[in-house]
């Protein structure tokens, strides 16, 4: 027995003591030497259950920290960058792809973002439509390991009218190109699970194109554009190692099942556990409903009316109005969305003092809905020479009930 189990006894000795065969097949020894010591300011409580939830907290960082060790290439500058204690507001300005690569495995907690759409702008512009979704593939497939592990990413995009320059550059072949089709296809190949796709009604719509040149006649009758779908993606890595027993601490557990593809259940084999059924079965659990149902207080509350905003999968939100009576852009950027996807985002998939992270920034959106509920948000964007100015307005008028604010920016 180690020698550290031969001091005082304390409840986290004992968790100790029964864990350890399980300890042993996912840590060294010099990794359980150093869990323990980390878990030794446990030893100043004595009611058990505050002793468990503080050690479940302890266990799950050691846990991705030694994961990170193992698996991650990163920038230090990067990972600086990203755990620096700050206002909580971080710009990162350089190629998305780039930044991610950069960044430590499973060091976010919620992603929410709108992507380029496929030349629909002129600073994002592809030769053809599968040049265009590889480019989306990469940073899709760079965005799940970044992402913490039984996490969210939701992907606002709204399909196109465009031609897809596989077969002809000539204005006949302009279509309808179904990207969240393509996108779901995308991010299930690259492992993610889809959960979701809320329709956004983007209301009533003013133009009339749709009308043909006024032919009203059978296969001249097309419908206007005017919804664009929140898709909402679950990664679930599938993560060999034990977790404790939320209920007494203890990592006697065996694999009970896969609730779904990578979500591995664990079953209590703990006799001594504080709770068991009639039938003696210990507790089940994974590393999912730890996180879900470890935090559920009043400080996490979601309101009651955003709750009701999003209760059903169409939700009415009006288009950002960017073009002024004059003509003039007042956010300085062709392509922002509303505060409200990311409002909804941050809320519902993330916990306060969590890192939010939007790959492709723009206005910063994402940011600044992270920021505002107690959030720490992480923009990237490219184009810094083309929209620093209005995303720094953006920002501060925003956020202008905060008292002094300081915008930390990292450039790659």
């Not at 907690?109 to 994002?124: G, I, K």
């Not at 992402?147 to 309808?176: A, P």
């Not at 996108?183 to 690259?190: D, L, T, V």
Request: aromatic share 12%; glycine share 6%.
């Amino acid at each position: 027995m180690p020698s550290f189990l031969l001091k005082e006894p304390h409840y986290i000795d004992t968790i100790f003591e029964i864990s350890l065969a399980n300890l042993n097949k996912d840590f060294s020894q010099k990794e359980i030497s150093e869990l323990y010591n980390e878990a030794s300011v446990l030893k100043r409580f004595v009611d058990k259950n505050e002793i468990v939830a503080k050690w479940l907290e302890i266990y799950i960082k050691f846990a991705k920290k030694s994961y990170q060790n193992r698996e991650s290439h990163f920038s230090k500058k990067m990972k600086d960058f990203l755990n620096k204690n700050d206002d909580g507001v971080k710009i990162i300005w350089g190629d998305c792809l780039k930044a991610l690569k950069e960044m430590p495995s499973e060091s976010v907690h919620c992603m929410v973002t709108s992507p380029p759409y496929y030349n629909a702008r002129e600073y994002s512009c592809w030769t053809n439509l599968r040049e265009y979704l590889n480019d989306m593939r990469l940073v899709i497939r760079e965005a799940y390991r970044v992402l913490d592990n039984h996490r969210v990413f939701v992907w606002n995009v709204g399909d196109i009218f465009d031609n897809d320059n596989l077969f002809t550059k000539s204005v006949w072949g302009k279509r309808r190109i179904p990207l969240a089709a393509y996108f779901i296809k995308i991010f299930e190949e690259e492992g993610w699970t889809f959960v979701d796709d809320f329709i956004w009604d983007k209301g009533e719509v003013q133009s009339e194109r749709h009308k043909n040149g006024g032919k009203s006649y059978p296969f001249y009758q097309y419908p206007m554009n005017c919804y664009e779908h929140i898709l909402i993606f679950h990664k679930h890595r599938n993560d060999p190692i034990h977790y404790p027993c939320p209920v007494c601490g203890c990592l006697n557990v065996n694999g009970n099942a896969y609730s779904e593809i990578g979500l591995k259940s664990w079953e209590c084999k703990n006799q001594n556990c504080f709770k068991r059924s009639k039938s003696n079965r210990g507790k089940r659990f994974s590393l999912k409903t730890i996180i879900t149902q470890g935090r559920q207080n009043n400080n996490e509350l979601i309101n009651e009316d955003l709750i009701k905003k999003w209760r059903r999968d169409i939700v009415r939100i009006n288009p950002v109005i960017k073009i002024n009576s004059k003509g003039e852009n007042t956010l300085g950027h062709s392509a922002p969305f509303p505060i409200d996807i990311p409002q909804m985002a941050v809320n519902f998939f993330s916990y306060k003092g969590e890192i939010v992270l939007d790959p492709f920034g723009g206005s910063m959106a994402s940011v600044i809905a992270a920021k505002q509920n107690g959030r720490i948000g992480v923009g990237i964007e490219l184009n810094k020479n083309m929209f620093s100015k209005s995303i720094y307005k953006n920002i501060t008028e925003k956020l202008d009930f905060l008292d002094k604010l300081k915008i930390s920016e990292l450039e790659i």
